[in-house]
């Protein structure tokens, strides 16, 4: 499938970031190397966020993060374990 192509493309190189949707305020994609994994390009911005900060969420932001994106991050990456 088209999914284990990319990620088997994946290099340690890659830049691995967060990006936030210009659609919904406070809601966060990962992305390696600007595209996010669930494939959704063109509606996000870059960010700041650490990736060790994926899943966080402060009290009177309530950010919320793709959970297409959080599957396959867990599952193909796996580097956000704390
Ligand atoms: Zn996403």
Redesign the pocket.
């Known amino acids: 499938m088209f999914f284990n192509m990319f990620f088997k493309k994946k290099k340690k190189s890659d830049e691995i970031t967060i990006r936030e949707s210009v659609t919904s305020i406070w809601f966060y994609?990962?992305a390696v190397n600007g595209e996010?994994?669930?494939k959704?390009p063109n509606i996000t911005m870059s960010t700041a966020i650490p990736v060790k900060c994926w899943g966080l969420r402060s009290e009177h932001i309530h950010e919320k993060y793709?959970p297409?994106?959080t599957e396959k991050f867990k599952k193909e990456i796996n580097i956000c374990q704390t």
Request: aromatic residues 0%; contains cysteine.
């Open positions: 994609h990962i996010t994994l669930c959704t793709c297409e994106c």
